[in-house]
């Protein structure tokens, strides 16, 4: 009868244990579903913005930067422009070596250490639209690519190299009268080309905004995970982004 | 005696209901606690789009600002999957886009703290809330 009232604390112990740690459970779920103060700040730490619209170009630039640093690609939505990877490393770190050695020393047994990481990497792409047209019949801007200025090209001079062979002929023996069309339809097609080549690079389709982040996951000679962290240092992103600026700018120019 | 079998009967019974806890069967297709009905309530919110792309979109740049990692996305299906680090063995989240009507979209959002399901209508406000402002950035900054 002695140890009921010990038992019954123990077992009120207990329930306030287990609806305390429900309790905590929603909350520190909803501090990790609120938007931190500091969100703002990462954001601008983690993006870039690119001045192309070629959404693609700069995913597959983001994906040669990530094999360059060593990175696995583990998943790809290019629809939504999402590249995921990770990379696997040693993280042996000397300090702890040191202080494990100086345990054992004393006796105290083997001490786990950092053995391994594995780095994940997550990027995102996303368009920046611009400014929306107000009025409602407004034509968005025809898009240039090569296929269609080569295409308009070889239109034009076919048309222009039958009129003026057909002018020629009046004046000239007819195979050079179809040469002398031939050779002026050309050169105007070359010239057109290039101007709408030069039209083509200058043209403001907008913007790609790339958001990338990385984590790493720290396990210990024993097995176990000892650390689980975000990494969120300034020269981190820094540097990664020196990288994707130059592949963006070699991929852009066919490199 | 008396006592010592007062004093281990209790644990008995705390050992046979904790094993009950871990049978695999009903840890696979255990819904929740709350009816169905009403987890789906509190993980979905109805948006006055019917773009889905820039609705996935807005989600994934939500959860970005969230500090979650993206794992995987299908456009598809409509379903993006993150991971954000900390707390109790990180907070796992599977949101889904799908049209609701002609009009609409529905997304929903289910996510585990650690190893157990959250099923309180206050993190999920709080995900929802943070994702309206996403949207409302979407639709009038066009970002």
């Known amino acids: 009868m002695k140890v009921l009232p010990q038992l019954r604390v123990f077992a009120l112990l207990l329930l306030a244990a287990v609806a305390g740690g429900c309790a905590n459970h929603a909350q520190i779920s909803k501090d990790m579903l609120t938007l931190a103060p500091e969100s703002m700040r990462n954001r601008q730490l983690q993006t870039k913005r690119y001045d192309t619209n070629d959404e693609k170009m700069v995913l597959t630039a983001s994906a040669s930067v990530l094999q360059d640093l060593g990175f696995q690609l583990d998943e790809s939505t290019p629809d939504l422009g999402i590249i995921v990877g990770s990379k696997t490393r040693d993280a042996t770190d000397a300090g702890q070596v040191t202080m494990a050695i100086f345990v054992a020393a004393l006796g105290g047994g083997s001490m786990p250490i950092d053995k391994q990481q594995t780095i994940r990497v997550s990027l995102v792409t996303a368009p920046m639209a611009r400014p929306k047209v107000k009025s409602a019949n407004a034509q968005p801007p025809k898009k240039l690519t090569p296929e269609v200025i080569n295409a308009a090209c070889a239109r034009v001079s076919g048309k222009l190299q039958q009129s003026l062979t057909d002018e020629f002929r009046d004046v000239l023996p007819v195979a050079d009268a179809s040469l002398a069309g031939k050779a002026l339809a050309d050169q105007f097609a070359r010239e057109l080309n290039g101007d709408l080549t030069q039209r083509m690079k200058n043209q403001d389709f907008g913007a790609t905004r790339v958001r990338v982040t990385f984590q790493r996951v720290v396990m210990n000679t024993q097995g176990f995970v000892s650390r689980m962290e975000a990494l969120e240092t300034p020269e981190l992103y820094k540097e990664f982004y020196e990288k994707l600026s130059k592949s963006v700018f070699l991929e852009a120019n066919d490199i | ?143």
Not at chain 2, 30 to 47: C, D, G, H, I
Request: with cysteine; glycine share 6%; proline share 3%.
């Open chain 2, 1 to 143: 005696m008396k006592t010592l079998l007062r004093a281990i009967l209790p644990l008995c019974f705390v050992v046979v209901a904790a094993s009950g806890c871990a049978d695999p069967n009903k840890q696979a297709l255990a819904t929740s606690t709350e009816s169905q009905v009403k987890l789906r309530t509190m993980q979905s919110r109805v948006f006055d789009t019917t773009d889905k792309m820039t609705t996935m979109r807005t989600v994934i740049s939500t959860l970005q600002d969230l500090s979650f990692v993206i794992d995987k996305a299908d456009s598809n299906l409509g379903t993006v999957t993150a991971t954000k680090l900390g707390g109790r063995g990180g907070l796992r989240m599977t949101v889904m886009v799908q049209p609701k009507g002609t009009k609409q979209m529905r997304v929903r959002a289910n996510a585990q703290l650690g190893i157990q399901a959250i099923e309180d209508p206050l993190p999920y406000q709080a995900f929802f809330q943070s994702l309206e402002k996403g949207m409302f950035l979407t639709a009038n900054l066009d970002e």
